[in-house]
DNA sequence: CTGTTAGCGCTTTCAT
DNA sequence: ATGAAAGCGCTAACAG
């Protein structure tokens, strides 16, 4: 390495420990178990490890205690404002407590899911949140056997072991497009994104209630395996229509895409809601005052984030818990974009 | 911990060496500099290795070393799109390497910052990124003394020790307000976001200007101290018009307010862009295709990611490199919020 | 090309 | 309430 040496050895346990008079031990009890030395003594350490800037070795921690104090957290993609939220939500509830976060990148990859999932096991990881992930089946064997806290984000009446926050897909597409149906919209379209997990299920819960209607048409059917974004919304609007010259509404399954179809509707001269209904998905920041604002459904990243580092946390504390299934529902929020429902 | 334990204790590089019939020491050649076993044993041991599942410590490594393979990344917060765009670039390079990442947020805190990168150092990272902190004064001792890596991007002209990416906030800004005059806007509102290095320097750049026409006042200045929303946008155009309701173009610092103030244009009855210019910056994906294609400054985001990685990779490798200061530029980006420059 | 010895910095376990 | 001894799983340094 062409780098600068740090000047100093850095300052170890027993440094501080020699020059307290004391043994290693006896600062190691100071910072992981205070209440075990006595308030002279434990104060004097304290002092001590500030003026000498000493900071554990946390490799060293981690080899004699076989604990770790990072997550893991698996995303399939980085490039999805969805998981924005999602990593918001981790983050602020694991702020202020002394745990670190591993993030790490799938790139919707089963096999590249398995080697971090391993990865993250063999080094007593201290709980791992998998958020969004394809292989939920080939990762079952590894998370039964897993040490620690496993907390997945995958959708309602997914079979897994560990703990699973879930999300009902299905359902907010079935919801979302009946609302469209509802408002008198006949020729529905869906504009969709990577076909992931999520994405199958919600292009199901459209398909299902698009059948029951007598609507559907797989012409109907517009996407492209690839993180959504505004331009292929635009793309995918133009794509859908020249097959389906009717089409009076979408169902996009992010709201980036229904803010590409909002531009694209426009520039086609149409006058939405009133020739032509959007319905978005994730209610991102712009939905709300979109002109007009787009009508979308929420579903709750942000705290499934959080509570999914809560769990983590919780369990590593023992303050624990059985394994269990927390569906956080879904809400779909009428703006705009749609017409106001006959009376 | 009410979790599961392991069923098995896990194998280490010894019952690998064991059941190999060979010294622990050679496993761990096969892995780090495999040409120095012979072609049979390395065969043997490979095979060996995968049958038994064998995951090498990495604390145990990190310990033995001094040196750890993952890198980290400081961001000064999470909730910003640029930073995406940056994290992806990192992301890019380092697929397919072994190295690791960790990502903190420093939620725009001088004291946290130093927290943070104390403990990178303290724990033997192989290098870290700083993506667009505050502290820069502050960090530069510890910067200093650092036996890594260590890549900032931060503005044109701040002097910090450490390889630097720079970027131009005040030209960048300036060029962006100077290509509003010259399509004839006068009073132009600078619509902004957190006022962080990068934001002052924003602001800076479009003040000069304005100044230099003759055209600055205080009440064009427009920001909130947070981060950067569409909402944001909406709102602090209503509150410019107020103070000085003959405002006919706005210098947005980000493309998501910019998004915001088009919106709120068109609820205003504005045309833009004839009675009206918007200047975006960022270019975000959205920004090409919006109704009409927002005008921009696009900063090579993605790009100051994948070389921070890749100057840390080299820089660890030992394809060494002096201390060095890339400046990634900038460029105007003309589309439709703007008028056409009189011919 | 392969092995021996020592030790990274901390925590565990058992004593006092 | 404090300490001594041992060792976590691996690699550095030196031998052969």
Redesign the interface.
């Given at each position: 390495?062409?780098?600068?040496?740090?000047?100093s050895e850095?300052t170890t346990l027993l440094d501080v420990a020699t020059r307290a008079g004391v043994s290693a031990i006896t600062v190691s009890r100071v910072l992981r178990e205070p209440e075990k030395v006595s308030q002279d003594l434990r104060r004097r350490i304290l002092d001590l490890i500030e003026d000498m800037?000493y900071?554990?070795?946390?490799?060293?921690r981690?080899?004699a205690s076989r604990h770790?104090s990072?997550f893991g957290v698996l995303v399939a993609s980085?490039?999805n404002?969805a998981f924005?939220s999602f990593?918001?939500g981790i983050?602020e509830r694991v702020?202020d407590t002394s745990f670190?976060?591993?993030?790490?990148?799938t790139?919707n990859c089963i096999e590249e899911e398995k080697r971090q999932v391993?990865?993250l096991?063999?080094?007593?990881t201290a709980g791992i949140v998998l958020g969004g992930l394809e292989g939920i089946g080939a990762l079952s064997d590894l998370i039964?056997?897993?040490?620690?806290?496993v907390v997945q984000v995958v959708d309602v009446g997914l079979k897994t072991p560990g703990t699973v926050i879930a999300v009902d897909h299905i359902a907010a597409a079935a919801t979302a497009t009946r609302h469209l149906l509802k408002c008198g919209y006949r020729s529905i379209a869906l504009i969709g994104g990577a076909m992931d997990e999520r994405g199958r299920r919600r292009t199901q819960g459209y398909c299902q209630v698009m059948q029951e209607a007598g609507l559907f048409d797989e012409n109907l059917l517009q996407s492209e395996n690839a993180t959504t974004?505004?331009?292929m919304?635009?793309r995918l609007l133009r794509r859908a229509m020249k097959l389906r010259p009717d089409i009076d509404a979408t169902f996009c399954q992010n709201d980036?895409l229904a803010?590409?179809v909002l531009?694209?509707a426009?520039?086609m001269g149409k006058n939405v809601p009133d020739d032509f209904g959007i319905c978005g998905y994730n209610d991102l920041?712009?939905a709300?005052?979109?002109?007009p604002p787009l009508t979308t459904v929420r579903i709750p990243l942000f705290e499934a984030g959080y509570r999914s580092a809560d769990i983590m946390i919780r369990?590593?504390e023992?303050k624990?818990?059985e394994r269990q299934v927390i569906n956080l529902g879904f809400e779909l929020i009428e703006r705009r974009t749609t017409r106001r429902l006959p009376a």
């Open positions: 390495m062409p780098v600068r040496r740090g000047r850095k800037e900071v554990p070795d946390q490799a060293a981690a080899l770790n990072t980085l490039t404002r924005l990593m918001q983050e702020r670190r976060i591993q993030y790490a990148n790139h391993r990865l096991l063999s080094q007593n039964e056997r897993a040490n620690c806290p974004t505004t331009q919304g635009c980036d803010l590409g531009f694209e426009q520039r920041d712009f709300s005052v979109m002109e369990c590593v023992g624990a818990m």
